[in-house]
Structures are given as structure tokens and as C-alpha cells.
């Protein structure tokens, strides 16, 4: 008799809320890790982007050195000439 389960169930709203909430707070924990997932990519994509840009922004530079430096060289030879 001890073994026996009871036939009809008593509603608990407590258990219920309960459900209800960790449902919930599955849900908002999962927004939140696609949010700071999608943080993590952005941060990430903007640092790749200013370091090309960086680099060649540095690359520029020394083309516009060299052409300086070419420059010079031919005004020198130019006004040696002349």
C-alpha cells in the first residue's frame, strides 16, 4: 500500500511559476550570449580592419618617402645640370 502513487495530482502553483521562470531565464541567458557573441565579432572585425588600415596607411608613407626622396635627387641633378 506504502508503494502506490496517488491517482489524482494537486496543482502546485509554485512549481508552476517556477517552470515558467527558469524557461524564461534560459531564454534571456541565451539572448545575452548571442549578444555579447556578436560584441565579441564586431570587436574583433574592428580591430582586423584598423590594423590594414594601419598597415597600409605605413605603406603609403613610404611610397610618398620614396617619390620625396626621388624627387630631391632628380631636382638636385636637374640644378646641377643647369
Not at 57 to 69: A, C, D, G
Amino acid at each position: 500500500m506504502t508503494n502506490e502513487k496517488p491517482k489524482f495530482k494537486i496543482f502546485d502553483p509554485v512549481a508552476d511559476i517556477a517552470a515558467k521562470f527558469d524557461f524564461y531565464i534560459k531564454i534571456v541567458i541565451a539572448i545575452l550570449v548571442v549578444a555579447v557573441l556578436t560584441m565579441l565579432f564586431m570587436v574583433a572585425t574592428m580591430l582586423i580592419d584598423v590594423w590594414k588600415f594601419k598597415e597600409d596607411i605605413s605603406s603609403e608613407r613610404k611610397n610618398e618617402m620614396v617619390l620625396t626622396e626621388q624627387s630631391a635627387k632628380i631636382n638636385e641633378l636637374s640644378s646641377s645640370i643647369e
